[in-house]
């Protein structure tokens, strides 16, 4: 078991990051990779965008005001797990033997989103197009959704469909014009707060079921030892993930590492059948023979 916990205690910065950085600046009283963005409530039924947490010292003179990224920003957790371990358990009943181990991790946070490698900007270079609407974020642009996506995006908010919807609303940046961007925030530090996941796991690791074949069964042939074994590798996951506006959006295991557009998944090794063999021999050291039998499956996320 391991506990992890940092705070920064004095730190006075060379200059000061602009709102889209906020991530990247370490304050005093906070770890030193403290999460720092916009608390999401939901989507909101009337207009299908992410509904963000105003902060309770929030100024709102304004409509201007309702999208300015101080007035949101929230301490939200940290990427590094403050409580990580692993566990080992074993038993044996005469010839048969069983041992378990495991690793968990609890309390820590992460954004999750894959960003698709093509948006609306991706079509005015060279071309005099003006934007009329800006994107919350990347799940409401329409160019995106001509890609691949999950299924779980035909659940989205339609103006016939507003409840227990998974995704907010598409829209042409080119073509509407609705002023979401002077009543909603639009800044990347405070929206991507919807994508906020809980990463705590606990993961069987290995199961080892083992059988020794007892001496009276095999003392005629030239045989000293004879041992089964079945060892279950990965075998199961249990996890607190949730996304932070309480949607069905599925969501990786925390055991599954994302890189830019990539994910790298592990082999999970279901079943591994092993025979021992011992045979007797004249010479100094026993010649030992195993016969293995291995069936494994790759994890595949689109």
């Not at 009943?93 to 690793?103: D, H």
Request: proline share 6%; with cysteine.
């Amino acid at each position: 078991m391991a506990l992890n916990r940092n705070i920064v205690s004095k730190y006075n910065p060379p200059y000061r990051n602009s709102s889209t950085s906020y991530n990247a600046e370490m304050l005093e009283g906070f770890p030193t990779d403290g999460i720092f963005s916009g608390r999401c409530t939901g989507i909101d039924p009337e207009t299908g965008l992410y509904n963000f947490e105003l902060r309770p010292d929030a100024v709102i003179r304004t409509k201007d005001d309702l999208h300015l990224p101080d007035n949101y920003l929230f301490y939200l957790g940290t990427p590094t797990s403050p409580l990580t371990g692993g566990f080992s358990l074993s038993a044996d009943y005469k010839e048969f033997r069983l041992s378990v181990n495991g690793v968990y991790s609890v309390g820590a946070k992460q954004f999750e989103y894959i960003r698709p490698p093509v948006s609306y900007s991706s079509t005015e270079y060279g071309q005099e197009i003006t934007v009329n609407e800006m994107v919350q974020t990347f799940q409401n642009d329409l160019f995106t959704q001509y890609l691949n996506v999950n299924r779980d995006m035909f659940n989205r908010w339609t103006p016939e469909n507003k409840t227990d919807v998974s995704a907010p609303r598409l829209w042409n940046p080119y073509t509407a014009d609705y002023g979401f961007s002077r009543q909603y925030p639009t800044e990347t530090a405070i929206t991507q707060g919807a994508f906020l996941t809980k990463l705590s796991y606990l993961r069987i690791k290995n199961i080892i079921l083992g059988y020794k074949l007892p001496k009276k069964y095999i003392q005629r042939s030239k045989i000293s030892n004879l041992d089964f074994s079945l060892q279950l590798r990965n075998t199961k996951e249990w996890t607190r993930k949730l996304r932070a506006q309480h949607t069905r959006y599925p969501v990786l295991l925390p055991s599954v590492s994302i890189s830019d557009f990539n994910i790298y998944t592990e082999i999970k090794k279901y079943e591994t059948f092993q025979i021992h063999i011992i045979r007797n021999s004249h010479s100094a050291h026993p010649l030992m023979h195993r016969i293995s039998r291995c069936k494994t499956e790759r994890k595949n996320y689109s």
